[in-house]
């Protein structure tokens, strides 16, 4: 379902995938540089000097692309879900 919020605890590269029956899967590795309260010196202030909460939100968009009729095949699908089927049981 979309939106989504994920919380996080540390920065650094993400890899974020997009999925959705019947549109082309979008995979995206996203750089979560920290915002300035979090790097020093700054960081010692506002994590022990003051009494506020600081938050950080990441906003993405991604846009999925609808895939052609030959990929929404009945035996295309049922070729994938036995595929899948299969990797589980690996």
């Given at each position: 379902p979309s939106p989504v919020s994920v919380p996080f605890t540390h920065y650094g590269t993400r890899e974020i995938v997009c999925r959705k029956?019947?549109?082309e899967t979008v995979r995206s590795f996203e750089a979560m540089e920290p915002p300035f309260f979090?790097?020093?010196?700054?960081?010692?202030y506002y994590e022990t000097l003051t009494a506020d909460e600081y938050s950080d939100h990441r906003h993405y968009?991604?846009?999925?692309?609808p895939n052609g009729?030959?990929?929404?095949a009945p035996e295309v699908v049922e070729r994938?879900?036995?595929?899948?089927?299969?990797?589980r049981l690996r």
């Amino acid at each position: 379902p979309s939106p989504v919020s994920v919380p996080f605890t540390h920065y650094g590269t993400r890899e974020i995938v997009c999925r959705k029956m019947g549109y082309e899967t979008v995979r995206s590795f996203e750089a979560m540089e920290p915002p300035f309260f979090q790097e020093f010196p700054y960081d010692l202030y506002y994590e022990t000097l003051t009494a506020d909460e600081y938050s950080d939100h990441r906003h993405y968009r991604y846009v999925l692309a609808p895939n052609g009729p030959e990929e929404t095949a009945p035996e295309v699908v049922e070729r994938k879900m036995k595929e899948a089927a299969e990797l589980r049981l690996r």
